[in-house]
T-cell receptor, first 111, second 115 residues
Framework: QKEVEQNSGPLSVPEGAIASLNCTYS??????FFWYRQYSGKSPELIMS????GDKEDGRFTAQLNKASQYVSLLIRDSQPSDSATYLC???????????FGSGTRLSIRP | ETGVTQSPTHLIKTRGQQVTLRCSSQ?????VSWYQQALGQGPQFIFQ???????GRGNFPPRFSGLQFPNYSSELNVNALELDDSALYLC??????????????FGEGSRLTVL
């Protein structure tokens, strides 16, 4: 099992709809979870962090965490063409004192 | 507030050569970490420095080494370059003691091509 798993996509969503991105992780002891956005040819940019079970909202973005299921998700409401990018899930692995990134999900918002 | 800057942005080396990549951390950040990102993959953790000491390392061989300076800037050195070292090398800075933070601020990266 990979340490952090994401569906590589591409995930195609119509403009204005909700985009749902998912991530699973293997370390039950992990406490910190992050979503990064990476545009083609650019470096990753932090968009959300979540540390407790439940939902965390920031504008059009909602991060959801379920530690029992070892599952993190990112919802993007009212999707815009500018949301088209690769979304990277990252998990702090306390057992190894390092951050592990998933391979990313490529999201495409179609007008 | 000055962001993370990296140099050079692009470079080409031949197999067996050595390379040094440089990074200036964001103002107020005392932790620097380095990542390797191959095409279509997520960033792979190389190592992290806090207050000039390495305090975390990924699954990279010893020919990958680094330094952090008193002003928190950092270098990544790679010896005996191999073709598989061709990738985007990302530097990221963060606040705190560097042991439990994933809130990273990335530079634009150095793209290394090994021929």
């Amino acid at each position: 099992q990979k340490e952090v798993e994401q569906n590589s996509g591409p995930l195609s969503v119509p403009e204005g709809a909700i985009a749902s991105l998912n991530c699973t992780y293997s370390d039950r002891g992990s406490q910190s979870f992050f979503w990064y956005r990476q545009y083609s040819g650019k470096s990753p940019e932090l968009i959300m962090s979540i540390y407790s079970n439940g939902d965390k909202e920031d504008g059009r973005f909602t991060a959801q965490l379920n530690k029992a299921s070892q599952y993190v998700s990112l919802l993007i409401r009212d999707s815009q063409p500018s949301d088209s990018a690769t979304y990277l899930c990252a998990v702090w692995y306390s057992s190894a004192s390092k951050i592990i990134f998933g391979s990313g999900t490529r999201l495409s918002i179609r007008p | 507030e000055t962001g993370v800057t990296q140099s050079p942005t692009h470079l080409i080396k031949t197999r067996g050569q050595q390379v040094t990549l440089r990074c200036s951390s964001q103002s107020g950040h005392n932790t620097v970490s380095w990542y390797q990102q191959a095409l279509g993959q997520g960033p792979q953790f190389i190592f992290q420095y806090y207050r000039e000491e390495e305090n975390g390392r990924g699954n990279f061989p010893p020919r990958f080494s680094g330094l952090q300076f008193p002003n928190y800037s950092s270098e990544l050195n790679v010896n005996a370059l191999e073709l598989d070292d061709s990738a985007l090398y990302l530097c990221a800075s963060s606040r705190g003691q560097g042991t439990n933070t994933g809130e990273l601020f990335f530079g634009e990266g150095s793209r290394l091509t090994v021929l």
